[in-house]
């Protein structure tokens, strides 16, 4: 069993579609323990040693957030800045976290085709999420493809919200019980849709 730690961002919860009913879910899992960063640190003050601590007793982490600017919200940022010290994550003795997996959980207001070669961003979200990747590479952890869902400001008419929050369920669940196969999931450029090519077949029946 792992233990899958989600460090949810949303500036504003209260106007959120898919984020808020998503983290709602994560919730209320076993085996996920589910962090509102805005929520703890309003004013950003990050207390570093509730997490470091977290991050040390989980082996899963998962920034929850929708897509601002082509990255996470601010205090993700500050989260990164504050939390992921030298001697803790990198550098001499820095190998707290070494062997942990990591991945953004993300929604973009912009559809899929956006994120493409050819599309109007010129990259797909993997390759826009570069920091997030070359961050954890750096602590020695291992970077997942984002889970994600696209055109999320249209989702609520178009009937998707439901089926990405049990997606999203089923995602947290597979984390905790070992079932995703992480070494593929890596390997992707998103997770997204059905994800049953991610699950170890025990998972899918
Ligand atoms: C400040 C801000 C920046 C945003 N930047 C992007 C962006 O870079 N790319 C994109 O596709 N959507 C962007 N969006 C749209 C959000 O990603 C979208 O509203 C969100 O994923 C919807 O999820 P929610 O219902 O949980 O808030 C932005 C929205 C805001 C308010």
Redesign the pocket.
């Known amino acids: 069993m792992a233990k899958v730690l989600v460090l949810y961002a949303?500036p504003r919860p209260d106007?959120?579609?898919?984020?808020?009913p998503m983290f709602e879910a994560a919730q209320s899992l076993d085996g996920v323990t589910a962090v509102d960063l805005y929520a703890d640190y309003p004013d950003l003050g990050i207390d570093v040693d509730t997490e470091q601590a977290r991050l040390v007793a989980h082996d899963v982490i998962v920034f929850q957030h929708?897509?601002?600017?082509?990255s996470a919200p601010a205090i993700v940022k500050e989260w990164q800045d504050l939390v992921l010290e030298h001697g803790f994550a990198y550098g001499h003795d820095g190998d707290h976290l070494a062997g942990k997996w990591i991945l953004n959980a993300t929604?973009?207001?912009?559809k899929p085709e956006?994120y493409s070669k050819g599309g109007v961003n010129h990259a797909d979200l993997r390759s826009l999420l570069i920091p997030f990747e070359k961050t954890a590479d750096l602590c020695g952890m291992t970077y997942v493809a984002p889970f994600v869902l696209h055109g999320?400001?249209r989702a609520r008419e178009e009937n998707r919200v439901q089926m990405h929050v049990e997606a999203y369920r089923t995602l947290l669940t597979a984390l905790v019980s070992d079932r995703v196969d992480l070494a593929k999931a890596s390997r992707a450029i998103a997770l997204e849709g059905d994800l049953t090519p991610f699950l170890l077949q025990s998972e899918i029946a």
């Open positions: 949303h106007r959120s579609e898919v984020n808020a929708p897509l601002y600017w082509y929604t973009t207001g912009a956006a999320a400001g």
